[in-house]
């Protein structure tokens, strides 16, 4: 097997749990671009497998140890690796089940997602050194679950650093543009092709069941909304209603289809800016029960962390001034280079000089599926927050 051997700095960052290096983190490299390669440290110290990429800033993703006696061919590493993964989430072969099934370095598997909608799998792959190595990925999982269809959702925006193609392409099987999921008895409708993501927001399938257990006798009001998850989610633990708040009106529709799918009464659409329609509900001064704040990311780098909490900061306080007595509030943040305690701290500026308290009833983040790794920070990127109002005698 080809061998990396780090820096006597680097080795020492890797003990500590380090796990991505840049070119200069590397003391020898003899090896090929894609190649998964077996990592150590000045004396020999063994640091595991990794992804070698040399297109690409981060040159070393380290992949963690292999248990086997004899180095794995890449075919026997990520056969092991995804089936390993597969069988660490519940139900992931039930048939119309959503669940990630990768979750990149959480699972040994840097730059790599797979999600499963029922008998369909969309990934997507961020590092150019797992590009490399489709040919062993795909047969895989083909093996595994034996999918309708596998599609490549790589039109992420990331690929661009390193050096990959932004392209939607399907990789096996016939191609299959919509499918149905069941989460919590709700069916839900999955654009494999168009959706955000590959498709849904599987993190959120936590929040969402919480939600249905918050929602009986609630007026709603989902910010963000995209195609209604959170308020049919809402419906169908008795919400008297639900408003959807969104820019595009193909996921409106969506919603509206789910919703006459699953016979919920009570959804309302308003295609909308979610910042401009607070604004607007606060001149009105309508009042709803339970709000839900779920936008995308506002900070995508770190350069963008200053403006992001500003945004974060102006539209959960104008989401709190809409809050009923009592009422609740489900706010969310995806930037995974704003921290819990930094979205938490936004959250009390945004609650500073209100005519009431905010108290927090809950915290909670992704599900099982989406696991956190403590060696990358980053991966603990959904932070979910259940506020109340409370208002003093």
Request: hydrophobic residues 40%; contains cysteine.
């Amino acid at each position: 097997m080809p061998g990396i051997t780090l820096s006597a700095k680097a080795s020492r960052l890797a003990q500590r749990g380090r796990i991505w290096f840049f070119r200069d983190d590397l003391a020898e490299a003899d090896v090929d671009h894609g190649d998964l390669v077996s990592v150590h440290g000045p004396g020999s110290r063994s640091h595991g497998l990794g992804l070698y990429s040399q297109s690409s800033r981060l040159a070393l993703r380290l992949c963690g140890s292999w248990s086997g006696t004899a180095p794995p061919t890449p075919e026997e590493f990520f056969a092991a690796r995804i089936t390993s993964a597969i069988e660490r989430r519940p139900g992931a072969r039930e048939p119309r089940v959503g669940r990630r099934l990768v979750h990149g370095d959480a699972d040994g598997l840097p730059g790599l997602i797979i999600d499963k909608y029922a008998d369909c799998l969309c990934l997507q792959v961020s590092a150019a050194a797992v590009e490399a190595h489709l040919d062993c990925i795909v047969p895989s999982l083909v093996a595994a679950l034996t999918p309708r269809m596998v599609l490549a959702r790589n039109d992420l925006t990331i690929r661009k650093q390193e050096a990959l193609p932004l392209e939607i392409r399907l990789l096996h099987g016939r191609r299959c543009e919509h499918v149905e999921i069941e989460e919590n008895g709700i069916f839900h409708p999955i654009d494999l092709y168009r959706g955000h993501k590959t498709g849904f927001y599987l993190d959120q399938r936590p929040a969402r069941l919480l939600l249905s257990s918050l929602a009986a006798g609630r007026r709603v009001l989902d910010l963000f909304s995209y195609q209604g998850g959170f308020g049919l989610s809402a419906l169908a633990g008795g919400a008297l209603s639900a408003l959807c708040v969104d820019q595009s009106a193909e996921a409106l529709q969506r919603a509206q289809g789910a919703a006459d799918r699953n016979r919920l009464s009570g959804l309302r659409l308003q295609r909308a800016n979610a910042f401009d329609f607070l604004r607007d509900l606060r001149k009105s001064k309508e009042q709803y029960d339970l709000v839900i704040v779920d936008p995308p990311a506002f900070a995508t780098s770190r350069a963008q962390v200053e403006g992001g909490v500003r945004g974060y900061r102006d539209l959960n306080r104008q989401a709190m001034r809409v809050l009923s007595p009592g009422g609740m509030l489900l706010t969310c943040s995806c930037s995974h280079h704003i921290s819990s305690s930094m979205f938490e701290d936004t959250l009390r500026q945004a609650a500073r000089d209100l005519p009431f308290r905010m108290i927090i009833r809950q915290r909670l983040g992704a599900g099982r599926d989406h696991p956190i790794s403590l060696n990358l920070p980053e991966s603990e990127y959904l932070k979910v927050i259940l506020l109340q109002r409370l208002d003093l005698p």
